[in-house]
Nanobody
Framework: QAQVVESGGGLVQPGGSLRLACTTS????????IGWFRQAPGKKREWISG????????NFADSVKARFTASRDNAKNTVFLQMNSLKSEDTAVYYC???????????????????WGQGTQVTVSS
């Protein structure tokens, strides 16, 4: 059974950094993608980044492109989202999600992802 688990959220001051991790298990192929989404109270779930597990290529929403980076450690089945220069508007529950192999497109819609983590809270506040 494929599973996805996020970790690394917390409270950080504006301008600070956090690194989220997304660990997968149960995948028998590396031909899939991980998407990062976030959802603030009263708002729709927003795509912010995607990364290909097999190639490492990544893309980002304009709102985070200059501040967030993504990387992977395939030996540990883990993808990282490094978030720098955090702002109050980055406050949200962050989710990672995986596509079903062999589908590995870096899609931006939640419907393109089949396996979701439970979410981790990120709060940016002084």
């Amino acid at each position: 059974q494929a599973q996805v688990v996020e970790s690394g959220g917390g409270l950080v001051q504006p301008g600070g950094s956090l690194r989220l991790a997304c660990t997968t298990s149960g995948f028998t192929s590396d031909h899939y993608a991980i998407g990062w989404f976030r959802q603030a109270p009263g708002k729709k779930r927003e795509w912010i980044s995607g990364i290909s597990i097999s190639t490492g290529s990544a893309n980002f929403a304009d709102s985070v492109k200059a501040r967030f980076t993504a990387s992977r450690d395939n030996a540990k089945n883990t993808v990282f989202l490094q978030m720098n220069s955090l702002k109050s508007e980055d406050t949200a529950v962050y989710y990672c999600a995986a596509t079903r192999p062999p589908f590995a497109e870096l899609g931006r819609g939640p419907h393109e992802y089949d396996f979701w983590g439970q979410g981790t809270q990120v709060t940016v506040s002084s």
